[in-house]
């Protein structure tokens, strides 16, 4: 069964930043990686992505700039920098495995092109 442990989460102020990891093993890592957020009351939502084709990244525009995800070198840890934090980030944040290598073209990422979970970390932007 593949396991994702999410870590990192926390209380920020606005404008700080957080690093969370999702740590795995390698053959988990080297797929295509996704993180996602839910916000209570609302939908989980696309946040970032690596493909395990070229380590393309791809982000949701509205985090484009703010954060960054990157693999390590041993592509055991999955990261996701964030910058600038706003309240509006506040969310769970899951990390995703065993997506499609190739990533999804133009379409929009959708939790279902994933099948691998953690359990999540909270994210809490307040001042």
């Known amino acids: 069964q593949v396991q994702l442990v999410e870590s990192g989460g926390g209380l920020v102020q606005p404008g700080g930043s957080l690093r969370l990891s999702c740590a795995a093993s390698e053959r988990t890592l080297s797929s295509t990686v996704g993180w996602f957020r839910q916000a209570p009351g609302k939908e989980r939502e696309f946040v970032a992505a690596i493909t395990r084709v070229g380590s393309s990244t791809d982000y949701a525009d509205s985090v484009k700039g703010r954060f960054t995800i990157f693999r390590d070198n041993a592509k055991t840890t999955v990261y996701l920098q964030m910058g600038s934090l706003r309240p509006e980030d506040t969310a769970v944040y899951y990390c995703?495995?065993?997506?499609?290598?190739?990533?999804?073209?133009?379409?929009?990422?959708?939790?279902?092109?994933?099948?691998?979970w953690g359990q999540g970390t909270q994210v809490t932007v307040s001042s």
């Open positions: 995703a495995a065993n997506g499609p290598g190739y990533g999804v073209g133009f379409r929009a990422w959708s939790p279902t092109d994933f099948r691998s």
